[in-house]
């Protein structure tokens, strides 16, 4: 159970990773959390900073999700961007969120030093550039809100690239990077230091508040605790509250070779939508790769296999015409908070001792450093500024526009429930692929495996009932509805979800 997200192999993988061993009996902690990427980790390793005792549990390896998949970019100037912060948060909660993302990269860069891990951190800046037919009005009107936000950002005539020059842009200090893998391996030995504990194959299948707060597992084991942090991407212990304000989006990057001063090493981002961003692994002096990511589209409703990869090598090869061959194309999934913002803090149904973090967008690995300082500061009894801005709990009055369409687009999705199949009978779905059958007034997700055996499962999502759709990239089956994953064959890979498609019989 190595990653379990699709088939795509990100630059990371490569890395090694801890290998914890499979939890097999039941336990008794000060905090359980469930879930070891970046929130989980981050918040563990606070928690064991802070003298708690710590157990993670995770139903895989640690880091080997969404944090195996990113481009780990540190931003503080939010992607959503400041002008639109101010307007659903205010000025000072724009001041806020951006303290809290140029905090977060402070933190990482504290952590990387204070447990000496070599995972290429630095500072570097960000570029923020207009895209074709962008208003040119949108880059002063951000450098006012940054900067009102408390950033350190200017306005200059180009990007320190040769061959690309879309006018004038924003530059951000003090932005971020590093190489995920490494630096999830450093958490976890800081974490096992400080007297932590970290549990593979524990598929958490139910979460009880309380005190004790209860954690039970698929294999058996239960886990008891003053404390439960639910840092598993999306929250596996609720069931609409969380999920009607958030929506799951598939998002792609590839990475090549680039020759030596093609680009300053530095964060570039266009105002496009959906966006596409640059980055290098290296540091612009020696044999660099190109990070190019962006197409991102809402989960399991563009199954257009490999188009979104190839648009995005077509956008890079025109602005980098001297890129290498392409050597890794993944994809993997962000939820956007209808606010910008991530939801961190006290569960917001009747749980006591439950806590969440979730609604990373593509801001998750300073999201998720943010889920640790806040989460700790809220267990041990410490004020966070933060805390109201993150509340899972808050309602965003002036976000209505966007809680309704994404719910309106969550709703339409439940109309697959009458049409026709994705193709007329299983019979020419080729070796190696799926797709939806209609069968009568039931809807059936049938995979051909690659030697020819057809298997099939109902295409009905455990979470609400949703009918999944067949993601050709990956080789899952995608909830269009709020982001529940599946293998090919059926097994649960994603919350919110909890068990597998339900089996049914082949024709
Ligand atoms: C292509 C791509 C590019 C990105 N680029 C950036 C970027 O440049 N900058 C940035 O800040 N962010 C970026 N992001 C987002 C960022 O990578 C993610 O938001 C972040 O890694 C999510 O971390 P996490 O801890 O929330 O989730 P994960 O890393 O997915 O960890 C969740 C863990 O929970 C476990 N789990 C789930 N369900 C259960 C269960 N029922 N029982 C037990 N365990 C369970 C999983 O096995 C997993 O290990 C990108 C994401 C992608 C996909
Ligand atoms: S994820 Fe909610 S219905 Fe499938």
Redesign the pocket.
Known sequence: MED?DGQSV?LWMEGPAPAPPVLAADLDTDVCV????????TTAYQLGRAGRAVTV???????????????????SAVDDRFVELERLHGAEGARLAADSHASAIDHIGRIVVQERIPCGFRRLPGYLFLAPGGPPDLLDQELVAARRAGLEVDKVPRLPMAGFDPGACLRFARQGQLD?VAYMAGLAAGILRDGGHLWSG????AVEGGDPARVR?ATGPTVTARAVVV???TP?NDRYAIHTKQAPYR???ISARIPPGALEAALYWDTGDPYH?V?LRGDGTGEDVLIV?GEDHKTGQQGDGTGPYDRLEAWARVRFPTLGPVDHR?????LEPVDGLAYIGRNPLDAPNVYI??G?????????TIAGLLITDLIVGLPNPWAPLYDPARKTLRAASVFTRENANAALQFAAWVTPGEVPGEEVIPPGEGAVVRRGLSKVAVYRDPEGSAHACSAVCPHLGGIVAWNPGEHTWDCPCHGSRFSALGEVL??PA?SGLAPAPLR
């Open positions: 379990r990100s469930i879930g070891a990427g970046i929130a989980g980790l549990l995770d139903e895989g390896l640690p880091g080997r999700r969404q944090t195996w998949r990113t481009t780990a970019h540190l931003a995920p524990a598929h958490v299948i597992t840092a598993t991407n596996i998002t792609y990057a961003y980055r990511g993944w994809s993997g999934q962000v973090a979730t990373d967008s593509g801001m998750g690995m300073t999201h998720g994603n919350g909890l």
